[in-house]
Each structure stands twice: as structure tokens, then as C-alpha cells.
């Protein structure tokens, strides 16, 4: 979504925000903007395009010790100069940027423009500065009180005055914002990448609090003027963690850290003794878990991805009913809440909207909520009743890959936690933990089929339909392969059950519609090997991911990528691997923007 760095303090304010824009890059934007103030006057420097074009306008002396800077994911109004942020008053003397929607924005607009002001863009921000100036008698601060009231919808926001010098007023209402605490400097964004390289002390703000941060301190308060105390978070990330560190992109990174960050999920987690898992964040006692009579799991995306591929497995292996959904579904058709059910909010970012909505409908219902995240102190771990993180580190690229494969590796915890309590014995608890811990390795393994990925994404990126296939545990991920392909290469693919084919999609097979099949040797593999064979029966194309040896699969396919052979349950693990590679060397051939897609945005944060 749209991205925001406030910074007050001794440097130069141009430099630290445009730093902050890159870090900001990843999350996906159309247009964006700085303004900064000196000696009483407000510059505001704005662009549509990339975060290049706009460094190439910004005057190289720009100066100023405090200011605000935005990315834009335009929701309201076109994406131009004028729509871009900063937006500033009539006086061009206050500048907002805001994150999210002002649903009241057009009754605002009217009533401010009947009492004469003069609006530039289509945005609804734009009523922001407008109204603050109404109320300005010399307090910025008193005069966003004011303001905030009279908003309907959500905001994340940072707003500065051209004579309140060094001073940020940030508030929340919906949408992420953070203070970051430095050395006679503060900051203030919506996301910890724009800020960690300068400060690691962090207090995250809650829906109706306000921040006045100045160099010297900074002071919080709810809209009723009362005071909140924050406890200041430290944040553990690493540098490197941001950096693409050798890597062509953080795609590209983010798929070869897969071992390290699985392990990440697994590690001070694993009860050997008692063939078990050790959950403690779920905040539940072993009593409270055996209680539970079936999971649900809630999601978007590649996370709802992740908790599809958790029901099969809690079903199988622990033989508790499970089943996931998507969250924007459910949170508009009046769910019933079951008593025994335990829910699960799953969620790279944490901020989704359509996924914390959702969670807190179901809380409202009264229901208990565990979420599984990733961005620690984002809105759904602190609103859940308890969790897990999964410990990714910093997920840069947007399109989802090491968040994937960790999500899956909580819920295997999970699965064997609940498992280990009713019908899996010491024995099977152990196999089932020897089966995780080799995982690292085995996922190691298949980045050996690099250059054989790149390859057939150099043969095949020019055709326009790609059908993936898979069943059982490999149905999700073959909707997570077609779903990384579109996102990443803009080529058109759907993912199915390979059992639904001839219930209609085999009506598109032809030579122009690649099917992937994902092939493991389990109990189904004989049928899906029907499936590719119906495939080649109408002349398609197949490709495979099989388990290396696999002779009949080897003489069907056309091209296989093979993959060690594992454990029945381990194979989505191995199988979505490839499909990752898949889909960034064929977004690389075709040329696209592999980290920032079009129209995509790391965190959704409307809906
Ligand atoms: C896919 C992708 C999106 C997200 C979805 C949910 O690569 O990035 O589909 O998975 O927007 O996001 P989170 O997990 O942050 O709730």
C-alpha cells in the first residue's frame, strides 16, 4: 500500500526521505512525493512514476531539517503529479501524507470549498490539509485534533507546519504507523524498512493515537487529549535483512533464504523429548487445545494459500475438521461462530485489511483468534489472542515466496502439537519431527535445478495460458504456482485439483496451454498421471515436477523438473520451490518488473 517517513532532527530532512522512499519501493506505487520546511517556507517536490524520476526534479538544495514523504498507490484520482502527496492548504503552509481512504471526503470537500478553499487534486487526502488549516491558531497539534474527528474511513498520517519547526504530528486510525526513536532525531512511518537502518527503538501507534515527535522527545496521546503511555519496542532485524546482498532481486533472494528462514519457523520449537511441538504464543493451555473441536483458518492470498494446505494437513494428521477461507468472504456473510472452533488469522504483513476485518468480526462474535504473521508488532498479532510469528525476517519482494513456506512450517508445528495430543504416537511424533528437520537440506537440494528452471522458462514464457495441477496437499500449491505466475510475469495461469480437469478446464487444452503437474509419489500419483496423460492425449504441453527417477512420468511430460524424493507430507515444501523459480525466471524473460509488479502492493491495506 501506500507508504509514508516523517523525519525531524539534525540532518539534512531531503536526504533521509528520500533514502526512506527507496526502503519504501518495495511495497508497491505509482507515484510519490517529499515536502520539507525551511526558514517558514514549505517546498513540496512531487512525481508520478518511479521514486527515480522524482530524485532527478528534486532540487540538490533542498534544504530543511524536517519534512514528510509518501509512495502512492492511488485509490482516489488518477495517478499524477497533482494526485501524488504531499497534499498541501490553500496557503501552501501545512503538508499531509496519508495511507488509507476518507470516506467522507466529497461531503468534506464541498462544505470546505463553500467556505473558499481552493483544492488542486481529486484526492480525498486533500481535505486534510484544508481542514487543518481551518482549525490552525498557531498549534499544529490542537488544530489535527480537531480535524481527526471529523474523518470517516481510515488513516495512517504525518502532517507538518511551515513555522512549527522540527515538529511531526502522526496519527492512526486503520492504517500502520510507527514512531522510530533516534539519537536527537525521530521518525515517523508506516513501515519499519523506511527507518531500521537509522534507529532500531520503535513504539508502534494504535488505531486513535496521535504522536507529536520532535528531536528532543516526543509525546502520545489519544484523541481526547489524553495521555498514553507507549513502551519503546526494540526491533531485531538486521541490515542485510533489507538488502539484496549479491542477489538480482529480492525475489530471487527471498526464494534461496527458503532453508535458512524455514528453519527460522522451526527453530526453539520442536519438544524432542516428548515428540512434540512447543507453541507457547498460543496462549493456550494443553486442556484449552484438546477442547478444540475443529480450526478454521482465515487468510488472502498466498497466506490463505498457506492455511488451504494447513486443512488437509490437520485433517490428515491430527484428524481434527479444518478448513480455511477467504477472509474478505467471510467477513460480509454474517459467520456463525462455533464454540469449539479455534481460529487462525494468517498474514505475511499482518496489516491486511480484508484479513484483520475479518478477525476482529469474528472476535466480535466472540470468538478466539490466533494469528500467524510475520512483520512483528503489525495490527493482527497485537489484536489476536495469542500466536505464532513466523520469523521470515523482512519479506521485501511482493510477491509472497519465504512467507509461504514458513506459514506452512508453523502449521505443520501446530498440526503435530494437536496431533502428539490425540492420535499420533511418541514414534510418529518422531518421524514426523525427522521428516521437518531435513526439510532445510532437501529445499537446498532443488535450487541445484536452477539453470533447468531458467531454461524452461526461456522455452515456454511466450505462451499466453498456463494451467497447475496438483492434488491432495499439492492442490494449494498448485494454486500458489499459477497465482506467483501471474503475479510476477503477468502471464495468465489457474490453478486446480488435476481431479477437476476433465470437469471442465480440459475444454482449453490445446498446444498453447502449458499444464504443470505436480507429480509427488503418493497415493494419488497414479491418477494425476492419468490427468497428464488426457493432457497429452490432446496434444498439450506438460510440464512436470516429479520425483527424480520417476520413469513414467519422465516418458509422459515433455520437460520434468525433478525433485528429491520425501516424505508424503514434505512435498509441497519441494514442490512450490520450483514454481517460484518458475515464476521469476519467466517474469525475468518477459522482461518485468520482478519485485514491484504492476498494480501490486505488499500490504493491502483497503480494501
Ligand atoms: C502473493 C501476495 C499476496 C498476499 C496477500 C495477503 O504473492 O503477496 O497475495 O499474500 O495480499 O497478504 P498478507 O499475507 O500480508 O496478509
Not at 488472502?300 to 477467504?326: D, F, I, K, N, W
Not at 490466533?370 to 489484536?383: F, K, Q, Y
Not at 492442490?475 to 485439483?497: C, N, R, T
Not at 493432457?535 to 527424480?548: N, P, T
Request: overall charge negative; hydrophobic content about 40%.
Amino acid at each position: 500500500m501506500c507508504g509514508i517517513i516523517g523525519y525531524c532532527g539534525p540532518r539534512p530532512a531531503a536526504a533521509l526521505l528520500a533514502e526512506g522512499l527507496k526502503r519504501l519501493e518495495h511495497k508497491g506505487y505509482d507515484s510519490a512525493g517529499l515536502a520539507t520546511a525551511d526558514g517558514g517556507t514549505l517546498t513540496v517536490v512531487k512525481r508520478k512514476g518511479k521514486i527515480a524520476g522524482l530524485l532527478e526534479i528534486l532540487p540538490p538544495d533542498l534544504g530543511g531539517s524536517y519534512g514528510i514523504a509518501h509512495t502512492r498507490w492511488a485509490t482516489h484520482g488518477e495517478v499524477s503529479d497533482i494526485n501524488a502527496h504531499p497534499h498541501v492548504n490553500c496557503a501552501g503552509d501545512i503538508a499531509v501524507v496519508h495511507n488509507g481512504i476518507i470516506e467522507n471526503f466529497t461531503a468534506l470537500k464541498e462544505k470546505l470549498q463553500s467556505e473558499g478553499h481552493v483544492f488542486r487534486s481529486e484526492t480525498d487526502t486533500e481535505v486534510i490539509p484544508h481542514l487543518i488549516s481551518s482549525f490552525y491558531e498557531g498549534d499544529l497539534e490542537g488544530a489535527v485534533k480537531k480535524t481527526l474527528p471529523l474523518l470517516t474511513g481510515t488513516y495512517g498520517l504525518v502532517c507538518v507546519h511551515a513555522r512549527e519547526p522540527d515538529r511531526l504530528v502522526g496519527a492512526r486510525n486503520g492504517s500502520p504507523m510507527l514512531l522510530g526513536v533516534g539519537d536527537d532525531e525521530m521518525f515517523i512511518a508506516s513501515d519499519l524498512t523506511a527507518i531500521v537502518t537509522h534507529t532500531k527503538q520503535v513504539v508502534y501507534l494504535e488505531d486513535g493515537e496521535v504522536v507529536v515527535a520532535t528531536p528532543r522527545g516526543y509525546h502520545t496521546t489519544d484523541m481526547r487529549n489524553r495521555v498514553v503511555d507507549k513502551k519503546v519496542e526494540f526491533v531485531g532485524w538486521e541490515l542485510e535483512a533489507i538488502e539484496k546482498e549479491g542477489f538480482s532481486h529480492f525475489m530471487e533472494k527471498e526464494i534461496f533464504e527458503q532453508p535458512q528462514s524455514i528453519l527460522r519457523a522451526m527453530q526453539g520449537r520442536i519438544d524432542h523429548e516428548n515428540s512434540t511441538a512447543r507453541l507457547g504464543g498460543l496462549n493456550m493451555t494443553n486442556r484449552e487445545l484438546l477442547d478444540v473441536e475443529r480450526v478454521k483458518i482465515i487468510a488472502a492470498g498466498t497466506s490463505y494459500h498457506a492455511g488451504l494446505l494447513a486443512s488437509y494437513l490437520m485433517e490428515m494428521v491430527a484428524r481434527v475438521p479444518c478448513s480455511a477461507e477467504l477472509a474478505s468472504e467471510l467477513r460480509y456473510r454474517n459467520p456463525i461462530v462455533e464454540r469449539d472452533a479455534l481460529y487462525f488469522a494468517v498474514s505475511q504483513s499482518g496489516e491486511t485489511v480484508d484479513t484483520l476485518y475479518a478477525m476482529r468480526e469474528l472476535q466480535r462474535k466472540g470468538a478466539r483468534v490466533l494469528g500467524i504473521c510475520n512483520a512483528v508488532g503489525s495490527t493482527i498479532p497485537r489484536e489476536s489472542d495469542g500466536g505464532v510469528y513466523i520469523h521470515s525476517g523482512p519479506e521485501i519482494a511482493i510477491a509472497s515466496t519465504k512467507a509461504f513456506t514458513s506459514q506452512m512450517t508453523v502449521f505443520y508445528l501446530f498440526t503435530l502439537l494437536v496431533a502428539r495430543m490425540r492420535n499420533m504416537s511418541i514414534e510418529g511424533g518422531k518421524e514426523f519431527i525427522e521428516n521437518l528437520g531435513r526439510l532445510p537440506d532437501l529445499v537446498q537440494t532443488v535450487f541445484g535445478q536452477k539453470e533447468h528452471i531458467r531454461r524452461l522458462a526461456k522455452k515456454y514464457c511466450r505462451y499466453k495460458d498456463f494451467l497447475f495441477l496438483g492434488r491432495g496437499l499439492n492442490y494449494p500449491v498448485a494454486l500458489e504456482g499459477a497465482l506467483k505466475l501471474k503475479e510476477v510475469s503477468y502471464v495468465h495461469a489457474e490453478g486446480y485439483s488435476a481431479a477437476e480437469l476433465k470437469h471442465g478446464p480440459i475444454a482449453l487444452i490445446n498446444d498453447e496451454t502449458p499444464c504443470v503437474f505436480l507429480v509427488p509419489d503418493d497415493a494419488l500419483r497414479g491418477k494425476v498421471v492419468s490427468n497428464m496423460k488426457e493432457v497429452k492425449a490432446r496434444s498439450g504441453r506438460v510440464i512436470a515436477v516429479c520425483v527424480e527417477g520417476d520413469q513414467e512420468v519422465m516418458d509422459v511430460a515433455d520437460d520434468v523438473i525433478p525433485i528429491p524424493k520425501v516424505g508424503e507430507l514434505m512435498y509441497p515444501f519441494m514442490m512450490v520451490v520450483p514454481l517460484q523459480l518458475f515464476a521469476y525466471h519467466t517474469a525475468l524473460e518477459l522482461g518485468r518488473d520482478v519485485d514491484q509488479p504492476r498494480n501490486l502492493t505488499k500490504s493491502v491495506t483497503v480494501e
